[in-house]
């Protein structure tokens, strides 16, 4: 079972996906419903076929769609009243040899836990002295500690809190990744065929979602790879971080 504390997140977002539209009373259309209507009218289709498949696939939220979260969401209500707060493998059975091979999967390296913990100090201080190197560069005058408090606190570092600020962030996202992707052949013999953009991340879920995320493009190249950025708060999405 998943601790206690996730489920408050799961069950919002269930709960979000079946608000508006053709579920409820709510004003404007459900996230899943503009999802189906806009890829409907999409298609190179004659009117009255968008007009069946549209039909088709709001009898489909309201008759299966809805009644199925509705039932995930009460499944998940009972099981929080007996989930506990304990969040890590050490509480499974073979929780050590699970964690030896979680490591080994994700860093491709037979290290232990503790040499991995080692290179991460070592990383973390080779990095810092470059940081100094950029604090001086900039002319900032304070240790590297009061740079950071600097970069994460000064207002010129974020962008309003509002559709044009946001509009903004999206924009400045997909200059960085255009720019990258204009300079692979000075690293990479072998890129990327598909194609990236930049969304925002849906609001069903921004509130549970973190800060920014890779979405796979589709096997067949039909859809892009996506990257996510989280702009419910803009006051956490600094513009340096982009």
């Given at each position: 079972m998943a601790p206690a504390f996730v489920y408050p997140h799961v069950l919002r977002d269930c709960e979000n996906l079946v608000v508006g539209v053709p579920f409820?009373?709510?004003?404007g259309d459900s996230t899943l419903w503009e999802?189906?209507?806009?890829k409907i009218e999409y298609l190179a289709l004659p009117k009255e076929e968008r007009e069946t498949l549209l039909a088709a696939a709001k009898d489909a939220l309201v008759i299966?769609?809805?009644?199925?979260y509705r039932s995930l969401a009460t499944y998940l209500r009972e099981e929080q009243?007996?989930?506990?707060d304990e969040d890590g493998v050490w509480r499974l059975p073979q929780c050590r040899e699970f964690y030896?091979?979680?490591?080994?999967?994700?860093?491709s390296r037979d290290m232990s836990a503790d040499k991995i913990h080692e290179l991460g100090l070592a990383e973390v201080s080779r990095?810092?002295?470059?940081?100094?190197v950029i604090k001086e560069q900039t002319g900032f005058n304070g240790s590297l500690l009061e740079f950071f408090e600097f970069m994460r606190t000064d207002?010129?570092?974020?962008?309003?809190?509002?559709?044009?600020?946001r509009k903004e962030y999206l924009e400045g996202a997909t200059r960085i990744i255009d720019t990258m992707r204009s300079r692979l052949d000075e690293l990479f013999i072998t890129k990327p065929k598909a194609g990236i953009r930049v969304e925002r991340v849906e609001a069903f879920r921004e509130q549970s979602a973190g800060k920014a995320f890779y979405s796979d493009p589709s096997p067949d190249g039909s859809r892009p790879g996506t990257y996510y950025a989280n702009l419910f708060r803009m006051e956490r999405m600094p513009t340096h971080k982009i």
């Open positions: 409820d009373a709510s004003p999802d189906m209507r806009k299966s769609v809805g009644p199925a009243k007996r989930a506990g030896r091979f979680a490591l080994a999967r994700t860093t990095i810092h002295k470059e940081m100094r207002k010129r570092f974020y962008l309003p809190n509002t559709d044009e600020g």
